[in-house]
Structure formats: C-alpha cells, structure tokens
C-alpha cells in the first residue's frame, strides 16, 4: 500500500510554544490530505481537510486559527498547533488519499505524532 | 462528523478462537474500511468495502458491507497472539468535504496465547 510519513513522531513543548508537524506522501501524490486527532483509547477525530493549493476546511470546533493547516504541494500537509497549551496534548495523525485511485474510498494513514505540551 | 456504533468495546480470547464485531450507523455510507491500530501507530487499512451486499477476505479476516449501507461486520478466524490491536470501522459518504471518514470507537481485542 501507499506509504504516508509523519513527522516528527514525538515531540515535547513548553506551553505557549508552536509545533510544526509534517505529513508527506512518500510514493504517491495526494491533493487532499486529512488530519486527526486521537485522545487516549479514544476513537479518531477528524480535525480539517486539507487541499493542495487551497484553504483547509475545518470541523466545527476546531478552531481555524490554532491548527494552522498548509498544503504547499501534492506531497505534503503541515499542521502546526500555535500557542500550545497542555489540554493539545494528543495524538495527531494524518491520512492520505492516492491521486491515482481517488474514485476508492482507501485512506492511508501516517505514522502518527505524539505531542506533549509541559 | 458522526461517530459510528462499533461492538464489542472489547474482547479478551485465547489463541484459534474467532472473533467478531460490527458496525452500525443511522446514516448510510458508500464505503465501508476496517483498519487495525497498534500502540503508538497509526491505522492499517486491513479490508475496503464498496457494494452493498459485498462480502470480502483478507487472509484470516471477512468483512461484509451490509445491504442496508448502515452496518458491516468484521471476522477473524484463528486469532493468534500478533492480532493484538484496536480495530476500528470507518463509514465513507461523500460531502463537501471530500471523502473524509468517520470512525467507530473502537474494539480492543487481546489474544492470549
């Protein structure tokens, strides 16, 4: 299958701080990508979708403005958490669809970063 | 977005038992995916489902959409100890947003050998 790579895939912050997470499509081009977030023994939330060469879209209650969202390329999505505060602690993880079989529903997911902020 | 009903939250067997667990939505999806999540990892796609009806297998694992589009379930024959995990649904509509997915909650299976 399509490989999806995160990174990094820990990382530690003192509160206040922004943290850049990368997400990149290794084998394929991807012009949407999803990012989650997942709590401990939680299910996955879907935070944003992100589209090459356009403006994320966010779910309600994620908010627009601390999850910066960027989709400079077909091969890679940024989230960074701006002004990070212990309560973004979490486990992010981004899912990738392959161009080339777009039709099919097959999301390929990262590695997954674990953020702990202090 | 809407979570999904997912059963047994979970499971505790021993090694060459089968297992079991579904799904259940209000709303129907056109895709249906099981994927299977390990510590610290991120999801593994193990089955995608795409037809109402449709019954797939993967090795040891079946999974079938069902023919309402508002369920499916999942079955492993033979477990043994390395299918360990957390597997989740994961129910596929399209919207404005794309073909972002919706998961179920979970079931944590544990196989003692």
């Known amino acids: 299958g399509a490989v999806v790579s995160q990174h990094p895939s820990r990382v530690i912050c003192k509160s206040g701080t922004s943290v850049k997470i990368e997400c990149r499509s290794l084998?394929?081009?991807?012009?949407?990508m999803f990012w989650y977030r997942q709590f401990p023994k939680q299910s996955l939330m879907l935070m944003a979708t992100?589209?090459?060469?356009?403006?994320?879209?966010?779910e309600q209650g994620v908010e627009k403005d601390k999850f910066l969202i960027n989709h400079a390329s077909l091969t890679l999505s940024t989230l960074t958490v701006t002004s990070a505060h212990p309560e973004d602690s979490s486990f992010y993880i981004c899912?990738?669809?392959?161009?080339?079989?777009?039709?099919?529903?097959?999301?390929?997911f990262g590695e997954g970063s674990r953020l702990t902020v202090l | 977005g809407q979570q999904l009903n997912q059963s047994p939250q979970s499971m505790f067997i021993q090694e060459g038992e089968d297992v079991s667990m579904n799904c259940t939505s209000s709303?129907?999806?056109?895709?249906w995916l099981w994927y299977k999540q390990e510590p610290g990892e991120g999801p593994v796609l193990l089955i995608a489902?795409?037809?109402?009806?449709e019954l797939t297998s993967n090795g040891r694992l079946t999974a079938q959409f069902g023919i309402t589009r508002k369920d499916s379930f999942l079955n492993i024959s033979a477990s043994i100890p390395s299918d360990v995990g957390i597997y989740f649904c994961?129910?596929?509509?399209?919207?404005?947003?794309?073909?972002?997915?919706?998961f179920g909650k979970g079931t944590s299976l544990l196989v003692t050998p």
């Open positions: 489902l795409y037809k109402a009806g």
């Open positions: 709303s129907i999806f056109n895709t």
């Open positions: 994961a129910g596929q509509r399209h919207s404005n947003s794309g073909y972002a997915l919706n």
């Open positions: 992100s589209n090459e060469g356009s403006k994320a879209t966010y």
């Open positions: 084998d394929f081009q991807a012009t949407t």
């Open positions: 899912s990738a669809r392959d161009l080339a079989i777009a039709n099919t529903g097959e999301l390929f």
